[in-house]
């Protein structure tokens, strides 16, 4: 009898996992396995992990620790771990959970289907990791982080109309309190011929909407003989393809946001006109400590840039707190960067010490837990209340808005369709609800906006004007 594999994924971090875990599930489609909803059900389970803050590390842990009765149980199920985790602790792995049969960095993740039949052979645990940033030659180094080219399934992803894109794999930049540089590895811009083609297939699938990624996506270089294609010229490339409605990208390093880049994301209908910009710290000192190569001066000097360019654009960012010195006058010089730039919304993160990056090796983690909780609080306060007050601005207006399915309301309120809350988002990366119907998923809608929160624009969808003779049919209900 031929049983079928069965696979159970698990992702956390950032949208580099959420594309990789995607890819590795459509390459083990291909190898004949099908998706388990449990981990119960599923004879291979594996972890897509990050490293970028202690605690998302200690939560795959303890799953581990809480699965090493089952995996004893059943020693015929394959444990694995994967992503960022897997590629700095490595061997470690193994040392904390003996019982994990699989480590597999990011930039290995195309031996994982190789690598699981080896273990059902019988040929034990397997591991596969990139070179360390030392170790090697720079051409090598470069290639072990280069995982497979995108093998695309759109039943793959929550939304098959929308789709994450590589441009940029690994990082150079080496902010001090950062774990990626080591994690993904140099600094690379992907072939634009390979871009345009993932582009085009993906368009071939009904992606409507394409979302550029890159650690720093607006640094993006790839240099071939004399010709160097930036972030800008993609743009122009991908915006001319059939199909594609929507352009965005993620996520931006400050010093890098040009006045040319800038232009043509006004220049192009198609490029949302929303920012992720990360600030990291409104204190000059604090920046330079964070080694992120640019003054809080810089940073005001691109919100002009911004304004002036893309007046409409709406503007995010990150911060860490509690960072290694960081005095409570430091922390004011934050809060008052948020007030002046007023971010669509801000990430907020407490410094957590990573071992291996150059801010363990040199600054002390000297800022108390309950201060960093503090400062964390007091941030996201002061960022709420501007988010509240700028969506303000959006009452009484028709925005469009592209349907991404069920709210998480109604989701998780288990209203089954057709007539249940929807959400999209618009072309300002603003999340609105609606009473609507599921059919309306993965169209372009106007959404008339009645109310606001902090994180959600309400709104209703107006219904199709009815003419004399031709009974015009809202979009989603044409096939
Ligand atoms: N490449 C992106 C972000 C990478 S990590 C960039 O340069 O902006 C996402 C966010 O996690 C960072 O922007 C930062 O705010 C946060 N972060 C990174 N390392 C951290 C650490 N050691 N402790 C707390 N937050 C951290
Ligand atoms: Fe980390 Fe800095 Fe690179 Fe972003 S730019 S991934 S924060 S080192
Ligand atoms: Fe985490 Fe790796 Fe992304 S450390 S944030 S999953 S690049």
Known sequence: MTHTKTLYIETVGCQMNVLDS?????????????????????????????????????????NLAHLKKMKLAHPEKTLGVMGCMAQKDQQAVFDRAPYVDLV???????????????????????????????????????????????????????????????????CDKFCTYCIVPMTRGPEQGRDPQLIVAEAQELARQGCKEITFIGQTVNSYKYAEGEKTTRLADLLEMV????????????????????RELLQTVHDLPKCS??????????????????????????????????????PDASISSDFIVGFCGETEEDFQKTVQLVERCRFKNSFIFKYSERPGTRGAELFEDDIPEEVKSRR??????????????DNMQFLGKRMTVL??????VSIKKGESGPIRQMMGRTNCDRIVVWEGNERQTGNMLPVLIHDTGAFTLFGSVETAEIKPDV????SFIRS
């Open 104 to 170: 597999v960095g990011p930039g290995q993740l195309h031996r994982i289907p190789d690598l699981l039949t080896k273990i059902r052979d019988g040929e034990g645990p397997q591991m596969a990791v990139s070179l360390g940033r030392r170790d090697g030659s720079q051409a090598d180094i470069r290639r072990s982080h280069e995982t497979f080219d995108p093998l695309r399934d759109p039943a793959m992803r929550p939304t098959p109309f929308q789709a994450y894109l590589r441009i940029q794999i690994g």
């Open 403 to 408: 349907v991404e399915g069920p709210s998480k």
């Open 376 to 389: 964390n609080v007091e941030l996201l306060a002061v960022q709420d209340a501007i988010s509240l007050e």
């Open 273 to 310: 006109t929303y920012l992720h910009v990360p600030a990291q710290s409104g204190s000059d000192e604090v920046l330079k400590r964070m080694k992120r190569g640019y003054t809080t001066s810089d940073y005001f000097d691109m919100m002009d840039r911004i304004n002036e360019i893309l």
């Open 239 to 258: 915006h001319e393809i059939e199909g594609i409605e929507r352009l965005k990208f993620v996520t931006n390093y400050p010093k890098d946001m040009t």
């Open 22 to 62: 995607e890819m590795v599930v459509a390459s083990l489609k291909r190898q004949g396995y099908e998706l388990a909803t449990s981990i119960e059900q599923a004879d291979t389970i594996l972890f897509n992990t990050c490293s970028v803050r202690e605690h998302a590390e200690e939560k795959v842990y303890n």
């Open 471 to 474: 009974i015009e049919m809202p």
